[in-house]
Each structure stands twice: as structure tokens, then as C-alpha cells.
């Protein structure tokens, strides 16, 4: 059962936090029945592989109280949603470039009463905002595109001194490595590479320190960093 992997990936959990996430994950199942959300729909495989992956952040890295989180590409509000429900705490924003899928974010969060702001725009283009660019102290992002691209994405979002965390599979340091230049171009130092395991597979999580502010220019264009990754 699904609060039955929640348990036994995390010992101290508690039934209440436990009732909240298997009810995020009843409303993410039921939409899932009319847009596509997620392909795991099997309980079981969705604690392990959507909520103790999203939880495993906090034992990785370290999520100051009050701390401002955007999460981009949230997609199915992972890691999102589940940071908040553990972490009350948190000023969560969740950012997507699908409309529906932001609706879908808000109405889930206003259902379990988890405040978010829900955000329908994309990335480069939320980062030149004013109050948005370097206006969070972590930027969490699951499998959205390669390193180097991430990071461009993401690291215009940090504060200097925040914190940008990539999830990534476990395989992940050539990727890492292709991507150095592009962290230190963009501020960024890498604090390593944290591997992890979860529903049964191994994963990693990049840990990217914000430096210093991101040069002007950056974030370019999404066909330029297409285009040309940096």
C-alpha cells in the first residue's frame, strides 16, 4: 500500500503528513485519468519513486526555515508539493509552462489548504521578471533537460548564497562535468553530486551553490540555449 512504502522508506513519518501526501496522490491519480500527469500510476511505485524522492531533499540539503523554493517544471508538483506538505513552512512557488497542469498545481493546493504560488510561465522568461530574478533561496528541478540547460534555467533564480538542487539519475557525473563551465558562467559552484536510493532505484541530486549574481544576458532565449547550450 502506498502510506505502507512512505513508512518504511521514512521510519519517523508521521499518519498525519502521511494522510496528506496519499491524498495529494488520490487528486493527482484522478486527473491523471483525463491529462497527462505522470505515467506511474501504480500506488506503490509512486510513493517510492514521486514522494520519498521529492522528501529525500530535506536529508540532502538544507532547507532553511521561512526558506523561498521555486520548483520549475513542476509538471505533477514534484518535488514540490511534498516539500510543502512536510515543510509548512516553505514559500513554495511552482512553475510550469502548461496551463492545465498549473490549474491543476493551484486546485490541488487549495484542496489540502498547502499555500503555493502557482505560476503558468516558462523559465527564462520568469527569470528576467523583476522581484524573480535571484528572488528565492533554493530552485528545485527533477528531469526536465540536461545539466547544462537546468542551469541556465535555474540559476538566474537564486539568490547569491541560495541554492540550486538538480535531480538527476545516479549516472549523472558526465553530465555534471559537461555542465561545469556553464555552472560558473551562470554563478554557480557544484557542492557535489549526492546519490540516494528510492523506490528501489539509485538517483543523485546535484548540489549547486550560488556564488555570485548571474551575468546580464542570461537567461537567453529557450532557442538559443536549444540551439547552443552552453
Known amino acids: 500500500m502506498f502510506a505502507d512504502v512512505l513508512y518504511a522508506g521514512l521510519p519517523g513519518l508521521s499518519p498525519a503528513l502521511a494522510e496528506r501526501l496519499e491524498a495529494y496522490w488520490q487528486l493527482v491519480k ?14 506503490e511505485e509512486a510513493a517510492g519513486r514521486h514522494f520519498l524522492d521529492a522528501l529525500a531533499l530535506l536529508d540532502l540539503a538544507e532547507f532553511p526555515e521561512g526558506a523561498s523554493v521555486i520548483d520549475v517544471g513542476s509538471g505533477a508538483g514534484f518535488p514540490g508539493v511534498p516539500l510543502k506538505l512536510a515543510r509548512p513552512d516553505l514559500r513554495l512557488c511552482l512553475l510550469d509552462s502548461l496551463g492545465k497542469r498549473v490549474d491543476f498545481l493551484r486546485e490541488a493546493c487549495g484542496e489540502l489548504g498547502a499555500e503555493a504560488e502557482c505560476v503558468h510561465a516558462r523559465a527564462e522568461e520568469f527569470a528576467l521578471l523583476p522581484g524573480r530574478r535571484e528572488g528565492f533561496d533554493l530552485a528545485v528541478s527533477r528531469a526536465v533537460a540536461r545539466l547544462n540547460v ?4 535555474c540559476l538566474p533564480l537564486v539568490r547569491p548564497g541560495g541554492l540550486f538542487l538538480a535531480m538527476k539519475a545516479a549516472d549523472a557525473a558526465e553530465e555534471l562535468r559537461e555542465a561545469a563551465g556553464a555552472i560558473r558562467l551562470l554563478g554557480g559552484e557544484c557542492e557535489g553530486l549526492r546519490e540516494y536510493e528510492t523506490g528501489g532505484v539509485r538517483r543523485a541530486v546535484a548540489v549547486i551553490r550560488k556564488k555570485k549574481p548571474t551575468p546580464k ?4 532565449r529557450f532557442a538559443q540555449i536549444k540551439k547552443a547550450p552552453l
Open 217 to 220: 544576458g542570461y537567461p537567453r
Open 30 to 43: 484522478k486527473k491523471n485519468e483525463v491529462m497527462n500527469l505522470t505515467a506511474v500510476t501504480d500506488d
Open 150 to 153: 537546468l542551469a541556465e534555467l
